[in-house]
């Protein structure tokens, strides 16, 4: 048996002091972190619980307007949040994505900040009979000529080829949140691109969360692209399981039908929710068309690289970026009720 102390911060300031110290943990739905306990994947010394911390507040930023952004608390669960009548109404790529994820179950419990922060589902990481330069830095890359199907094709390091797992995570990316976070430094903002890493030569670090740092809110700016959205998310069944590719689209056209402005993330390709800013000039000024939609994938797909087993990969998003768009432009998201992809 491996001992920890638990813990339970009452609140923010009490949560960032208990959390810089080394082999420390927090708490929240615990749909992830207890399993990588019990797998011993995880081994903290210490296990802060924040679930009594005050951030469970959907709150309308600046002011109480239409035209303002949503703060989400970090302890919001992912249910509350796709569920919120503001988000569904002003943010349906949001709550699309969030409903495409894990099971009704888990949605109850898991947490905004804690889908942040989850682990990737390789599973060599998972299985500690087996070397992982994430989960041991140093041992080396068991996926590496191992079994690849759900591995990345996308900013992958010679040390790590794993993706993160979330959807949430792909249409912040699409929506340009930015991340609060508190800690022994004080507060700080980091914008949703800059918030997970690409592996390079030190994959046990997913993010750029500094030790202790505690994620409080993430902020959505105004503007929800909520007439002309999709996520489209492909897997190996259509529910309770992780995207092998995922799209998240936001699109503004104007009156006469051109792009104004065009958001695309990938899920399930990369070490994060993967955008090019190439793909994205592309499309802005352009007419919808399948021949822009094309450009924009292959824009995108620019160094992909397949390790075999996930070689399918490359063209399974070439199609779904290009379908997404369209679903996107035309204004028919993807259900995600009915999942069957039309
Ligand atoms: C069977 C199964 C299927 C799933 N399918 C999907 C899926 O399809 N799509 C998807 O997106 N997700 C999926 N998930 C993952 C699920 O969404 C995550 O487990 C969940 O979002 C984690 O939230 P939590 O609150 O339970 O986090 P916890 O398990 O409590 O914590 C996870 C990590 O985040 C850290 N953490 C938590 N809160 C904070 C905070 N506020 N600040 C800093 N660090 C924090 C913890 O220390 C820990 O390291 C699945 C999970 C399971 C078990
Ligand atoms: S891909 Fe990353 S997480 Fe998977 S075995 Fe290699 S180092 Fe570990």
Avoid at 100 to 127: E, H, I, M
Wanted: hydrophobic share 40%.
């Amino acid at each position: 048996m491996i001992r920890f102390d638990y813990a339970r911060a009452t609140d923010v300031a009490g949560a960032v002091r208990a959390g810089a110290v080394e082999h420390t943990r927090f708490l929240a739905g615990g749909t992830n972190l207890v399993d990588l306990m019990k797998e011993n994947v995880e081994r903290p010394l210490h296990v802060v619980d924040i679930n009594r911390l005050a951030l469970k507040g959907i709150e309308d930023r600046d002011g109480s307007t239409e035209g303002s952004g949503l703060r989400l608390g970090a302890l919001v669960t992912n249910a509350d949040t796709a569920y919120d009548p503001r988000v569904q109404a002003r943010y349906p790529l949001l709550a699309s994505a969030i409903l495409a994820g894990a099971s009704p179950q888990l949605r109850n419990v898991a947490t905004n900040g804690g889908n942040l922060n989850q682990r990737t589902r390789c599973y060599y990481f998972y299985d500690t009979a087996t070397p992982c330069n994430k989960r041991e830095p140093g041992s080396g890359c068991s996926a590496i000529g191992g079994v690849t199907r759900i591995h990345a094709i996308l900013g992958a390091s010679a040390h790590c080829i794993a993706t993160h797992p979330s959807d949430l995570c792909v249409a912040l990316a699409a929506l340009e949140a930015q991340v609060l976070v508190t800690g022994p430094g004080g507060e700080r903002t980091i914008a949703l691109a800059d918030y997970h890493r690409l592996p390079g030569d030190a994959p046990d670090r997913d993010n750029t969360l500094a030790p202790g740092e505690l994620v409080t809110a993430i902020d959505l700016p105004a503007e929800g692209f909520s007439d002309h959205y999709t996520y489209l998310k492909l897997r190996d069944r259509l529910s309770y399981a992780f995207a092998l590719v995922s799209v998240a689209v936001g699109l503004k056209l104007d009156d006469d039908g051109v792009i104004r402005v065009a958001r695309v993330a990938l899920g399930g390709v990369a070490h994060k929710p993967w955008r090019s800013s190439e793909a994205e000039a592309l499309l802005q000024g352009a007419r919808p068309a399948e021949g822009v939609f094309r450009a924009a994938a292959e824009a995108l797909l620019t160094g992909a690289v397949g390790q075999g087993g996930n070689d399918f990969k490359i063209e399974l998003a070439r199609r779904a970026i290009v379908r997404a768009l369209k679903q996107a432009a035309d204004g028919t998201p993807q259900s995600q009720s009915d999942k069957r992809v039309r």
